[in-house]
């Protein structure tokens, strides 16, 4: 982990460890690379990896398969490396799960919070005072 970033490169947000209740990870948390950068947040980068098909590091130009947004480290503890995870396939452990579209592995909650309204389509017109209740067909 870089000692001296404590904001994302690309947005310029400061890491967000640990927020509101229960211990829930805030947006802008920080991924792990196998690269070793870990200078971005999780939104950022599954946003390149997305929007823009590229899953290289913004830093030194390394194809990253696939990346990690890791739980909360204790207190006192050091942000883990991406090195310090056993991946299987596509599982690392029962409180992640793996985002296929970014080939990402989540903490399950911070993906339901953070990462699942972004790929939600919903309509924010409110109708005679009433939100909408547009949702498109499902195939």
């Known amino acids: ?13 400061s890491f967000s460890s640990v927020v509101g209740s229960g211990g829930s990870l805030g947006a802008t948390a920080r991924c792990v ?41 204790g207190a006192g503890e050091p942000e883990p490396a991406f090195s310090s995870f056993t991946i299987w396939g596509d599982e690392l452990g029962p409180d992640y799960l793996f985002h296929e579209q970014s080939r ?23 109708h005679q005072g009433r939100p909408c209740n547009f949702a498109p067909d499902q195939e």
């Open 33 to 73: 690379q196998p690269c070793g950068h870990d200078e971005f947040c999780g939104i950022c980068l599954l946003t390149m990896r997305v929007q823009r098909g590229d899953d290289s590091c913004p830093v030194c130009k390394a194809a990253n398969e696939r990346l990690i947004v890791p739980l909360p480290a």
């Open 104 to 126: 990402m592995f989540l903490p399950k909650a911070y993906h339901a919070r953070h990462v699942r309204p972004l790929f939600e389509i919903k309509c924010g017109m409110r």
């Open 1 to 13: 982990m870089s000692d001296a970033a404590a904001v994302c490169l690309i947005c310029a947000e």
